[in-house]
């Protein structure tokens, strides 16, 4: 994945142009990324694994599933 800006920690500029006059000299940049979308797993997906485990293996993942993605949205 790409950066969409830089972000300078020294004076906390964010420009889109790594090369920024704005930044510190010599400072550290560090890349900001767009939030990722959430994928999940498809009901067919968690049958298919909590029949190769236990049918309460479905139930964990899906409680899983759900507290990632409520702290990933």
Known sequence: MKPIAWYDPTNGVVSIDKDS????PLGQL??????????????????????ANKPYVADIMAAHEEELKRRNT
Request: no cysteine; charged share 20%.
């Open 21 to 24: 006059p704005l930044f510190t």
């Open 30 to 51: 560090l890349p900001l990324y767009t939030q990722g979308t959430w994928v999940g797993l498809t009901k067919e997906e968690r049958h298919k694994i909590s029949l």
